[in-house]
């Protein structure tokens, strides 16, 4: 996994020199006073602290973009590895999920995005912005690339608060919540809920060629013949409507955001079949107007869901 941010910001920086009355070099005026870091990823916890301290006030005195910026910045980078690794530890050897060098990966893009938002002058430390911005990286990571199928965002969401409290009420009641319970608990509607339920099964998948379990009942030859056959091949056909439900549950809050003309011209076009012209003269348009407003709005509509 590469990821251009990191890869930049870990890339070594060629700091200027200057001309000393020797005829040698020294380093460039800009840096002076600061202390030589040679390993900055095996400073202790300690000296990490107090030199983070040091560079970030002579960050603030540099010019975003010149050389000597991007080696204070990648020095302090590299001395703030460590509140990496200790955010990654929880998110190690999690069931389907990535590579522990992938978390670390991740998890610098959130150190990074801190250290370009630290402000020293604040008198906090910067683990406490770091450490949310880096655990941050990691879950979205965890959120955007460990589904096995793809669903909207709020489902993501909707799936871990469904399932905290399923275990707070499970361990209240002594028996599993039902849908009413936990919509009630979490001040959603019992439908929410069910659409919630259905959609953390995306999270994880079983293959159609699996074998299925051996099944009770008939003479033991049967019972063999049937425990060898896939949950493809005991299935119906495929009902074509059921590659649009996905698109339909997206599509929905985007038609509810929409004006209520282009509202009305979309179910006069897609809701009675009527054309353009036939359109244009019941809401008092032109037909290349009515062309016109339904590219744009399908345009719109298609872009947004890409995005979702």
């Known amino acids: 996994m590469t990821f251009t941010a990191t890869a930049e910001a870990m890339t070594p920086t060629t700091i200027p020199t ?14 002076g006073g ?3 870091v040679p390993c900055p990823r095996e400073l202790s916890t300690r000296d ?4 983070t301290r040091v560079f970030f006030e002579r960050l603030q005195s540099l010019e975003e973009g010149t050389r000597e910026y991007q080696y204070v910045r990648n020095t302090l980078i590299e001395m703030n590895i460590s509140l990496v690794q200790f955010a990654a530890r929880p998110f190690r050897d999690r069931p389907g999920g990535p590579e522990n060098e992938d978390i670390v990966q991740v998890g610098i893009i959130g150190l990074i995005k801190a250290i370009d938002r630290y402000d020293p002058e604040r008198n906090t430390q910067l ?7 880096i655990t ?21 969401e909707l799936r871990l608060e469904l399932a905290k409290a399923t275990e707070e009420l499970t361990a209240e009641t002594d028996h599993a919540p039902t849908p009413a319970e936990l919509a009630e608990r979490l001040d959603l509607t019992e439908d929410e809920v069910r659409q919630g339920l259905v959609a953390a099964n995306a999270y994880s998948t079983q293959s159609l060629d699996v074998p299925q379990d051996g099944a009770t009942g008939g003479t033991q030859a049967s019972a063999a013949a049937r425990s060898t056959r896939s949950l493809a091949e005991t299935m119906g056909e495929i009902d074509p409507a059921l590659e649009a439900v996905e698109d339909r549950h997206a599509l929905a809050p ?55």
Not at 26 to 31: D, F, I, M, T, V
């Open 48 to 51: 990490a602290r107090e030199l």
């Open 34 to 36: 600061l202390p030589d």
């Open 127 to 133: 683990t406490t912005l770091a450490l949310p911005y």
């Open 254 to 308: 985007l038609l509810a955001d929409l004006d209520e003309r282009s509202t009305q011209i979309l179910e006069l076009r897609f809701g009675q079949e009527m054309t353009q012209a036939e359109i244009g003269a019941e809401i008092g348009l032109s037909q290349m107007q009515v062309s016109r407003l339904l590219t744009r709005t399908l345009g719109s509509l298609r872009e947004e869901l890409l995005h979702t």
């Open 136 to 156: 941050g990286e990691i879950k979205r990571h965890f959120r955007d690339t460990t589904w096995a199928v793809r669903v909207p965002r709020r489902f993501q």
């Open 18 to 31: 200057t001309a000393t009355p020797g005829g040698g070099t020294g380093e460039a005026p800009a840096l």
